[in-house]
Every structure is written in structure tokens, then in C-alpha cells.
């Protein structure tokens, strides 16, 4: 393209902005060279001014980062069209650029080869100039992925399938044949050696690359009469350990185009090499295309071998584990399918009946194989796969995919399934395991009147297991004749897992409102007649030494029986909820009056040595004792901790969650946030706590978390109370004191003399509180800066400008309001009268839909920020965690569409990996041991399901001591699985800044 010389130069200076914003990004004491560098580059296109000699020496020395810059300097000169053409004239001193390794592989490749041919001709010749030998540009080939063919609009097709009018040879692939032609020795070959030893030792090179089956066919193509039997070297390949393997995708080949002795080629190569099972068949399978009935023998014995023994697991080695079912692409067709569904195929496609006979034994017989298989057999005999599907049900979970048996149960009930209707009952009562038996009692369900027969009829069987499945079908046939049948048995049912599930399917009918007294003493009396509180085993606990219960409204305290019914219930409870008898007992005892009992029961445990067996006590003790069991659950908790006992301290989170109170959520919420990376599955189950408080109350775990900020009782701001009849409100100071206005408006920081003991002591409590509170809040909120929390004006108002605590925290901080849109809108304070100023001190106006977040100063100008500051200081304002000063940063303009950054990419952290390791999860990242020790590093953003991985090099799992290297490579960014990419101009700018932020923390940390 003809450009004129001011299109040209236009150009030219677009590429030089955008490469010197891209390199200014990097924070590196280097970067100041590269940019000096880049200047002259820039003079030496457009001057034809020669550049420095001494230049390609000064960027040796700073070689650490030369890649990420040059390739940077080299993409925006190649993009620009006219301008690539001016670099590669450019008076560039030979071998500026030679030498170089990392990315110039991949640049060589990017820019030399995507290009018209005209274009990547003279990019050829500068390559030469510079010093690039054929060799080093060969390698370069090799090692970045160059494709030997251009496929034009035939995505999903097989290259051997495709004609030569849409496939070509790329630039890549010309220059190879270029090579080959002019007969020149490359990667150690020297000039006069035959040509036939070049074409083979040069494609072996390539072919060792993860393009055999192009480099196969171009052989094929180009030198049929040279490769002649020498397709063995392009079929095999040594592993790792020297061992021969096949290639399948290169047998393949050979087998589709039918080459001389192909079918010799082949037996041979697999009598030679280590092949898999599954390998061996696919290749069999393949050649069975070619002949019919050749191998017929071979394949159905490889079948057998495959189920029998491969799908088999070796019971006498202990350690159980599931053995995934490998895919493989049939020899026709391009989707990958797993060898059981392959070896069905063909087992069909020659004898119906027979493969009928043959696939139900193999089922019966195999261990374990893919519920892809099931999904074949039910597409292809509808109706007729419930035999299969049946004898599939009898696989222990416990070698199988996870989701196998919801697989199994979802295909049967497509069908009218009656006819295995009586193989699934025995299944339940007979195999199942707690999980599946569930899964089996939803599919009978499905059968309505037909299975409410037969559970009614089960339901007064002899054993409790036969009883158990019958109840669990009229549990989820939900219908009034099942639950008059369940009603019946309620009371004389003494199996108690029946009868919990009894109790589940009729909690809602039976405790739909809150049991009165009488009712409940009829349910413990109903208990001892099933001879449930006939004797006392509590191993821990002296029955005779337990402080009393009391019941509410002064009528007395637990009777004997009353009591061990308590501990006949307290068991029974799941997960993090109390059992549902349990439970409705509990709004009936006196809490206040029954602490001693409660404290009994936190003893018992700890007398047990926090055995896990009675982590019923905690929950139960929690569930009594209130705040003053508090105390002692978070002793429990801390111990736990300390003693590496993670489970159990997490059962003491449960046990705080009894509580109920909002000082115990508290606690847990404080947990949530300490220990996101000490100790995650410890968080997690912090986090499961207050969720399941948050769905009690219908509202997300942040309002509770704001929810549970104590008020003291105050009326907004204020607590207004009288000595000797003078009036006085209590506030909480901007130092989180308490201090105090009398009728005057006079502040005092202190309670009149003659206040009363009683009030000395309830502010006393106060203050002790607000201490307790106060303690973890700016953490809490600095988290909520990250995620970018967002309030409506009224929850803000609620939660800020109500809250005596809160808002001294409101006064604090800097607030930024954004639209229904998201879109930032203005930054505000707040007074201590409450009033809402901006920058200019005039009060801000809200619009419909407006949110308010804590503000972040990346939505800010600088001279925003710097005016932000002098109004801060004018103000006195001292904020509770850094925010105007925190370092932003944002994504460059040539990494929007990546899923990672290399802004940090190769510096340096002086400290050391050891410095790196432990202070990286001071802010909030989380560290999990990765291949050879190696940590691996994630900061997850809670609300947007996305989280950051720094990839840091030299940091492991274990203490190095002294100063080991750390190296910050990529930072890159996903959402919650590891497939689900996001590009960076979808990462909340926020959470990308805070990420590189952390980043950035480590590498200047003096």
C-alpha cells in the first residue's frame, strides 16, 4: 500500500504513542532505557538515522525484560499498516536484535509469518541482516507453533480431509520447502549431507513439535518417493522415560490415505512400541474400516480385556480411587468419545443381539466406566436400555464419577419404568448407600399411586432398612394419603433413622406453629414409651452432678426423663441445624436461668478431649448458654486452631451459630474474614453460618454483617438518660469513645459522679463492646472497597448514618455515588451533622436508582485525587485505612483482550520468596501447594465468583531461609472453574487494580 508521507508519518507517530503508554505501564527500574530506546528507533524510521551501536549492548545488559519490551515495541510498529514497512528499511545495526531469546521466538512467528508473502520477504531479509541464521529462524518455527498449512473457513475439519482448493501451504511451510530445495544444512546438518538424510533428520525436528499429522502429510505431498518406508519414524516417538510409543492421530493418517504397506507399517510399529489397550483397539477398530472382517478376533478380544481387566479395580490394594475412562477420536469422526462407547459402537454395528449379550455382562462384570456409555445405550434402544440401566445401578460409588448414579436415575425416568420398578426397591433397600438410596426413593415416587402401594405395605416391614426406603417414598410423594400414613407410624416407629425421616416429610404439618409446653411433654413421653429414656450413656457426663434446665413462665425445671431426652435428641441433628424435635423444645426453656447446664456440656466436651463424637454438646451448649457460652465456644475455637484440629474447630463455629445472638455472628463473621487465607475451608464454613442466619432473615450475608453492629439501644446517634434530673445523651466520639452532651450541648467525656452504679456499669459494658467491635470493622470495610459494595441510599442511611459506631466510620471515609448504570457520578463526606457535602462543600442530591460504594480512588483523576487530599487535610479527616494513596492501576491497551497481565512480568521481589510467601496472604490471598511444592496463589473477589492468580516463581510451600529468589511472572484471571477465561476489560477495574496493588507491594517493600 502507497502511503503519502504524511499518512506515513501520522502513522508512525500513532504506533510510537502506543508502544511508550504500553511500556510506561511496567513498573521497572529498566523501563527508562527502553523508552530511550524506543525513541531512537522511532528517529531511525523516520530519519533513516543510524542507530546507536553501543544500544544493542545496553539492552543486553537489561536483557531480564527485554522480551516483554521489545515484543511490545514490535506490535504496535507491525499493526499499523505502512509503518512495519519503514521499520524493516530502517538503518537498525545488524545483530541489534540477535541473541535474544523468550518472546522473539513468538514474535518471530506473530510477525513473520502472518503477513502477505511480499511482506514476510523483506522481513526474511531483515531477519538475515540482523544475524539470524536459517537455523535460529527454523527453531523459532519449531518451538512457537508455526502451522506448516493455511485452513481457510473449515473450522472442525480434518486436514487430510480437506482439498487442496482451501488448503495451502503457509509462508511458514514454503520457507521449509525453500530449505529443502536449496539442499542447505540447518540444525547441525552440514551442507553436503544427502538430501534425503536433510529431509528427514530437518521433518523429525519438526515433527518431535505438536504438529506430526501437517508434518506428515506435507512429507506425504511433497516426497512420497523419499519418506517410502520410512513412515515407522513418523508414527513413533520415545517418551519421557524412552520408552516407544504410537502416534494415533499419525496411524490414522496412514490408514485414510492407504499408503504402500501401510497395514505392515502398522503391526509392526505396535508390536515395538508401549501401547494402551484402549490405543490398540482404536488402531484395530480403524483397520477394520479398510477390512472387514480381518481382525474381527483381535477386536472383540481387546474388548473383553478392556472390561474384564482395565474397567476392573484391584480390591486387595486399599486405596480406592476413580479411574477415569479415556477419550480417544474414533478413527471416523471428530468428536472424542470414550473407548466403551467406541467399543459399543462397533459391537452393535456387526451383530445386534450378540453385542446385547455381550455389553450386559461387561456392565455387570466392570468396576467402573463412564456414564457416557449409559447415555449411548439409552439414545440408541429408548426404552429398552432400562435393563442396562438397572444392572448399572449396582456400581459402588465409590470407584465411579460422581454424578454417575444422578445420571442412571435421570435416563430411567425418561421412561415408563414400571417393569424395574421392583430391581430399584431392592436396589434401595438392599445396595444403596445413604446418597443413592435418596436418588432411588425420588425415581419410585415418580411412579405416584403405583409406589404409595407398595411403601405403605413396606412401611410395616421387619426390617429397618426396607422401612427406611418405604418412608423416604411417601416422604417425597407429598400427597395427603402418605402423609396420613406416615402420621400413623410416627409414634411406635422406633427405628430412629426411619423415623427422622418421618419427622422431615412431616415437620412442616406438625410444627407449622410453635408447640406449647403440654405438647411437648407428650412427645418426651411418647419417646420413653419406645424405650428411648430408659437408662442414661452419656460416658462424659455425671448424670447426677448436671446443673438443672428450666422451663419458661416458672414452670419448674426437667425431669429426669425430660433431660435424657435432651441427649436423645441432641445427636440427631444434621449439619448445621439442631434436630427437629430438639428444636422445637428449645424457644420453651429458660436460657437465662439454664446457663449452668449449658456450661456442663461445654465441660463434658473439653473433658472429652474435643472428641468429635460428642460435637453435639458444643452445638446444644451454644444453642442454651447465649453470649455467656460465647466465651467459651471461641476458647474452644482458638484451641482447635492452635492444635491443628480444623474440623473441630469448625464444629465450634456451628456451636457459635446456636448462639444466635449478634455478638456471637459477629464472631463467625470475624472468622469468615481472618482466616479466607490461613485456613479456607475454616472461612468457608464461617461463611456457610452466616449464610444460613442471612437466608433465616431473608437478606444477603454483607446486610447481615451490617445488621449485626450493636446499637446499645441508642436512638440514632444518641442514648439519652438522667442524673439527679438532669437530662444527657451518650455518642460515640470520632475515637470511638464514649463521651456525652448535657442539657447545654456541653461535651463531657465522662459520666456525671452521681450517675448511678447500675448506669456506670452499663456504659461501662458499652465500651467494652464498642472496643470488641471496632477491632475488626476496617478490615471488613476495606474488603467491601475491593468488591466494590453496593449500597442503596437507604441501606446506607440505615447502616451508617442509624448506627452510633458506623457512622464515626461514615465520617472517615470518602463515598462514591454511581447510577443504575454503574457509571461513577460524584465523591462525598459526611459532617457530624449528618449532612452529605461534595468536593465544594455543597449537599449532594441522590436520583432514582443511585448506589453508594466506599469510594476507590482508580475512578478518580489525579488532580481529582490531589484535590481530594487538600480537602482531607483541611478537614483533619484521618481515614481507617489508606485510600487516596493507594497506587491504581489498569489494564494496557494490548492486554484487554488476554486473560492476564505481564505488567510485573519478570521483576524481581527483593525480599525474597520467603517475605513474598507469608506477607501475600496478609493480603487476603490464599496459598495452595502446587506441583514440586510450588505455591500457587489466588485472591478471590467473593460477590463476582472471579479470582487472580499471580504466578510468582521461586516460592514454595516450604521456608527456604534467607533471601531465595522470587520472580513475579503472569498475573492472570479466571472465574470459579479453571476453564471459565475472562478477558481483562471484564475484570472489575477495582478488583484488577487491588490485585496488581498487592503485587506491586511486594516488589518495592523496603
Not at 978 to 1005: H, Q
Request: glycine share 4%; with cysteine; aromatic share 14%.
Amino acid at each position: 500500500m502507497l502511503l503519502s508521507s504524511q499518512d506515513k508519518a501520522e502513522r508512525i507517530q500513532k504506533a510510537y504513542s502506543d508502544a511508550y503508554e504500553s511500556i510506561n505501564k511496567y513498573e521497572t527500574t529498566s523501563k527508562e532505557y527502553f523508552l530511550g530506546y524506543l525513541e531512537d528507533l522511532h528517529n531511525a524510521i523516520i530519519t533513516s538515522k543510524p542507530l546507536d551501536i553501543g544500544l544493542r549492548e545496553t539492552i543486553q545488559q537489561q536483557s531480564y525484560y527485554t522480551t516483554n519490551y521489545l515484543s511490545t515495541i514490535f506490535h504496535f510498529f507491525s499493526i499499523s499498516e505502512g509503518v512495519w514497512e519503514c521499520f524493516i528499511h530502517s538503518s537498525i545495526p545488524e545483530n541489534t536484535f540477535n541473541g535474544f531469546r523468550g518472546n522473539i521466538n513468538r514474535f518471530i512467528n506473530n510477525y513473520l509469518f502472518t503477513k502477505s508473502d511480499d511482506e514476510n520477504n523483506l522481513f526474511l531479509k531483515f531477519l538475515y541482516r540482523q544475524g539470524f541464521t536459517d537455523e535460529r529462524i527454523f527453531t523459532a518455527l519449531i518451538y512457537s507453533g508455526s502451522q506448516i498449512y493455511f485452513i481457510d473457513d473449515k473450522d472442525g475439519i480434518e486436514l487430510e480431509d480437506v482439498n487442496s482448493a482451501t488448503r495451502s501451504l503457509s509462508f511458514s511451510g514454503k520457507y521449509i520447502l525453500s530449505l529443502l530445495e536449496r539442499e542447505i544444512g540447518i540444525l547441525g546438518i552440514s551442507n553436503n549431507t544427502n538430501f534425503a538424510l536433510v529431509l528427514e533428520q530437518v521433518l523429525s525436528k519438526y515433527f518431535e513439535s505438536s504438529f506430526r499429522r501437517s508434518t506428515l502429510q506435507f512429507l506425504n505431498e511433497y516426497y512420497p518417493s523419499i519418506i517410502y518406508e520410512k513412515y515407522e519414524n513418523f508414527i513413533t516417538h520415545k517418551d519421557y522415560n524412552g520408552l516407544l510409543k504410537l502416534d494415533l492421530e499419525g496411524v490414522f493418517y496412514l490408514i485414510k490415505k492407504q499408503v504402500p504397506n501401510f497395514e505392515e507399517i502398522i503391526l509392526n510399529s505396535l508390536q515395538k512400541s508401549e501401547t494402551k489397550i484402549e490405543e490398540r483397539l482404536s488402531i484395530f477398530l480403524a483397520l477394520s474400516n479398510i477390512f472387514p472382517s480381518k481382525y474381527t478376533n483381535e477386536i472383540n478380544e481387546l474388548i473383553n480385556v478392556y472390561f474384564t481387566t482395565t474397567c476392573k479395580i484391584d480390591k486387595n490394594e486399599g486405596n480406592y480411587r476413580y479411574v477415569y475412562e479415556p477419550y480417544i477420536r474414533p478413527f471416523f469422526g471428530k468428536k472424542y468419545e470414550t473407548i466403551s462407547v467406541i467399543a459399543a459402537k462397533h459391537l452393535l454395528s456387526k451383530n445386534e443381539t450378540f453385542a446385547i449379550e455381550t455389553l450386559q455382562k461387561y456392565i455387570i462384570h466392570a468396576d467402573f466406566f463412564h456414564p457416557v456409555l449409559l447415555n449411548f445405550l439409552s439414545e440408541y434402544f429408548k426404552e429398552g436400555s432400562l435393563e442396562f440401566l438397572v444392572i448399572a445401578l449396582t456400581k459402588n460409588p465409590k470407584y465411579l464419577q460422581k454424578n454417575f448414579h444422578d445420571v442412571v436415575f435421570s435416563l430411567i425416568e425418561q421412561y415408563n419404568f414400571s417393569s424395574i420398578a421392583p430391581k430399584i426397591w431392592e436396589y434401595a433397600i438392599h445396595n444403596a448407600t445413604k446418597n443413592t438410596r435418596n436418588l432411588a426413593a425420588s425415581t419410585l415416587a415418580k411412579l405416584g399411586d403405583e409406589s404409595f402401594e407398595t411403601a405403605k405395605n413396606f412401611l410395616q416391614a421387619k426390617t429397618a432398612d426396607t422401612r427406611i426406603v418405604a418412608a423416604l417414598v411417601l416422604s417425597k410423594l407429598r400427597t395427603e394419603d402418605a402423609e396420613r400414613v406416615l402420621n400413623a407410624v410416627l409414634e411406635v416407629e422406633k427405628n430412629d433413622d426411619t423415623r427422622d425421616v418421618i419427622l422431615e416429610a412431616l415437620e412442616e404439618t406438625l410444627f407449622a406453629n410453635p408447640i406449647s409446653l403440654t405438647q411437648a411433654k407428650t412427645i418426651i413421653q411418647n419417646a420413653s414409651k419406645r424405650g428411648k429414656l430408659s437408662k442414661f450413656s452419656e460416658k462424659w457426663i455425671d448424670e447426677s452432678q448436671l446443673p438443672p434446665i428450666y422451663w419458661k413462665n416458672n414452670q419448674g425445671t426437667f425431669s429426669k426423663e425430660e433431660v435424657r431426652f435432651l441427649f436423645y435428641r441432641m445427636p440427631r441433628g444434621k449439619g448445621l441445624n439442631s434436630d427437629i424435635e430438639l428444636r422445637q423444645l428449645l424457644p420453651l426453656i429458660d436460657r437465662n436461668q439454664s446457663g449452668g447446664f449449658a456450661k456442663a456440656l461445654l465441660k463434658a466436651f473439653a473433658d472429652s478431649g474435643s472428641n468429635s463424637k460428642f460435637k453435639y454438646y458444643l452445638t446444644t451448649g451454644g444453642m442454651l448458654g447465649g453470649d455467656e457460652a460465647l466465651t467459651t465456644l471461641k476458647g474452644i475455637f482458638k484451641y482447635n486452631m492452635d492444635e491443628k484440629r480444623y474440623k473441630m474447630a469448625e464444629y465450634a463455629i456451628d456451636a457459635m451459630m446456636q448462639v444466635g445472638t449478634n455478638k456471637a455472628l459477629r464472631s463467625i463473621e470475624v472468622i469468615s474474614r481472618k482466616y479466607v487465607s490461613k485456613r479456607p475451608t475454616v472461612s468457608d464454613r464461617a461463611i456457610k453460618a452466616l449464610d444460613a442466619a442471612a437466608l433465616e432473615l431473608n437478606i444477603t450475608t454483607d446486610e447481615l454483617a451490617d445488621r449485626i453492629i450493636p446499637n446499645f439501644e441508642f436512638e440514632g446517634l444518641f442514648k439519652s438518660f438522667e442524673v439527679d434530673g438532669d437530662e444527657y445523651r451518650a455518642f460515640v466520639n470520632s475515637d470511638f469513645t464514649l463521651c456525652y452532651f448535657d442539657e447545654d450541648n456541653k461535651m463531657r467525656k465522662s459520666l456525671p459522679k452521681s450517675a448511678s452504679s447500675d448506669l456506670k456499669k452499663e456504659f461501662k459494658e458499652i465500651e467494652k463492646e464498642i472496643r470488641d467491635v471496632i477491632k475488626t470493622q476496617s478490615g471488613r470495610l476495606e474488603k467491601y472497597m475491593i468488591e466494590e459494595r453496593q449500597w442503596s441510599i437507604g441501606q446506607w442511611q440505615a447502616a451508617f448514618l442509624e448506627s452510633p459506631i458506623m457512622f464515626v466510620y461514615a465520617m472517615k471515609l470518602l463515598w462514591g455515588i454511581f447510577n443504575k448504570e454503574k457509571e461513577f457520578k460524584e465523591v462525598f463526606y459526611c459532617q457530624e451533622d449528618t449532612s452529605l457535602l461534595n468536593l465544594d462543600d455543597e449537599e449532594i442530591e441522590f436520583e432514582e436508582g443511585d448506589y453508594i460504594s466506599i469510594l476507590h480512588p482508580i475512578y478518580l483523576t489525579q488532580e481529582q485525587i490531589k484535590a481530594w487530599q487538600s480537602k482531607i487535610y483541611e478537614l483533619s479527616i484521618l481515614s481507617v485505612f489508606s485510600q487516596l494513596e493507594r497506587k491504581t492501576f489498569t489494564p494496557s491497551t494490548d492486554e484487554l483482550e488476554l486473560n492476564y497481565t505481564r505488567i510485573f512480568q519478570n521483576q524481581d521481589i527483593p525480599k525474597g520468596a520467603d517475605y513474598a510467601s507469608s506477607t501475600i496472604e496478609k493480603y487476603g490471598w490464599i496459598k495452595s501447594t502446587g506441583d514440586g511444592g510450588h505455591l500457587e496463589l489466588i485472591k478471590k473477589h467473593q460477590t463476582a465468583l472471579i479470582q487472580a492468580n499471580a504466578e510468582i516463581e521461586g516460592v514454595y510451600a516450604w521456608y527456604q531461609g534467607g533471601n531465595a529468589k522470587a520472580t513475579v511472572n503472569n498475573i492472570s484471571f479466571r472465574g470459579k472453574s479453571w476453564n471459565d477465561t475472562l478477558s481483562l476489560k471484564d475484570i472489575p477495574p477495582v478488583f484488577f487494580s487491588e490485585v496488581l496493588f498487592d503485587i506491586y507491594r511486594l516488589i518495592n517493600a523496603v
